[in-house]
């Protein structure tokens, strides 16, 4: 059973109960991403293509695993980039062809910086971007 957790008092709380209890970090505010925008540099020459979830979520990057796959082997330049997966790299694809690098946890700060270095996010909506990245 799992409770969100939204405040450093709750997770003080929820510790002393459970040990693996931790922050769920809030969702930021838009003018947040706005002042940050300034300070971020892209990396030159290279397309990030970022998730971001948590370890329990992990599982829907087997629903576009194959896309992925194909899309990197045809190009060089491209990274994927997975924050908030945790220490459970077990949970992830075995990916063969796709170049990825992991953040395990962030915090408000560090996930618009993660968001303002991606070209291009990824969200679970199967309905729509399969298909499309099936023909790519």
Not at 18 to 40: H, T, W
Request: charged residues 20%; aromatic residues 14%.
């Amino acid at each position: 059973c799992a409770f969100p957790i939204y405040n450093p008092f709750g997770v003080k709380f929820a510790k002393a109960l459970n040990p693996n209890s931790f922050l769920v970090p809030d969702s930021p505010q838009l003018e947040l991403f706005d002042e940050a925008r300034v300070g971020v540099t892209k990396q030159s020459g290279k397309v990030i293509i970022g998730w971001i979830g948590t370890p329990g979520t992990l599982f829907n990057l087997f629903s576009i695993f194959e896309p992925l796959e194909r899309i990197f082997s045809r190009l060089n330049n491209i990274e994927l980039r997975i924050v908030g997966s945790g220490h459970r790299k077990d949970l992830l694809p075995c990916f063969e062809r796709v170049k990825y690098s992991t953040l395990p946890f962030y915090n408000q700060k560090e996930m618009i910086e993660e968001v303002l270095k991606m070209d291009i996010g990824l969200f679970r909506f199967s309905i729509l971007i399969i298909p499309m990245l099936e023909e790519f």
